[in-house]
């Protein structure tokens, strides 16, 4: 079981979830994922391709291990230009919601100077719980 817990006490959340409780089989750490394509090259010029490229590879990976996007139970969305990514939210949102349905995990954003590839704009990282279905 996954269950997404959002208080009335925090104020109602807007792509994320306040806290992700499990009672899972099995929990798979997925590694951050840039917008690499598989031929080892940053894929998209802009924040959104990037975004979408990057939850792809994260998605690509959990499937692999067995799991569904709606397993992810926390994912950390690291941001090279936060203004950027702010001013395309809702792009994102709908790249999110496209790829990943409407469950949010628990989602913490963090503004970073740069990340392993020089061209990366964003990278996700995330950890999933896979229950007995």
Request: proline residues 3%.
């Amino acid at each position: 079981m996954i269950e997404r817990i959002n208080p009335a006490e925090l104020g109602r959340p807007s792509g994320f979830s306040h806290a992700v409780v499990t009672d899972a089989d099995r929990l798979v750490f997925l590694a951050g994922q840039t917008a690499l394509d598989a031929g080892g090259r940053v894929a998209g010029d802009g924040v959104v391709e990037q975004f979408e490229q990057a939850l792809g590879n994260l998605l690509t990976a959990l499937s692999a291990a067995g799991g569904r996007p709606e397993d992810l139970v926390s994912l950390t969305v690291h941001i090279v230009d936060m203004d950027d990514y702010r001013a395309h939210a809702r792009e994102i949102g709908a790249v999110w919601r496209r790829l990943a349905g409407t469950e949010y995990p628990a989602m913490a954003g963090i503004g970073v100077h740069r990340l392993w590839d020089a061209e990366a704009l964003v990278e996700v990282q995330g950890v999933a719980a896979l229950v007995t279905r």
